[in-house]
Nanobody, 122 residues
Framework: QVQLVESGGGLVQAGGSLRLSCAASGRTFSSYAMGWFRQAPGKEREFVATISWSGGSTHYADSVKGRFTISRDNAKNTVYLQMNSLKPEDTAVYYC???????????????WGQGTQVTVSS
């Protein structure tokens, strides 16, 4: 059974930073790509960032490029999302997920965490 547990969300002022973590278990973590998605109230879940199994390749949504950084530590079975220069429009529930290959398509991900709330105040 694959389990993904996100942490690190919270309330932060605009311009601030947060670091999300996603701890994985039940799968050979280093064999799979990982992704972060987010969903704001009343909106569809949207792609944020993805990273290859080795960490050597990453992709970002245009809305977060230059502000967010995805990384992973395969020894700790954990993927991270460093979020800087946060804006009120970044407010959402953030989810991590696993995929067989690096992808920005929601449907390519098979296991999802429960999500962590990020709220950015203006």
């Amino acid at each position: 059974q694959v389990q993904l547990v996100e942490s690190g969300g919270g309330l932060v002022q605009a311009g601030g930073s947060l670091r999300l973590s996603c701890a994985a278990s039940g799968r050979t973590f280093s064999s799979y790509a990982m992704g972060w998605f987010r969903q704001a109230p009343g909106k569809e879940r949207e792609f944020v960032a993805t990273i290859s199994w080795s960490g050597g390749s990453t992709h970002y949504a245009d809305s977060v490029k230059g502000r967010f950084t995805i990384s992973r530590d395969n020894a700790k079975n954990t993927v991270y999302l460093q979020m800087n220069s946060l804006k009120p429009e970044d407010t959402a529930v953030y989810y991590c997920a696993t995929s067989y290959s690096i992808s920005w398509h929601y449907g390519d991900y098979d296991y999802w965490g429960q999500g962590t709330q990020v709220t950015v105040s203006s």
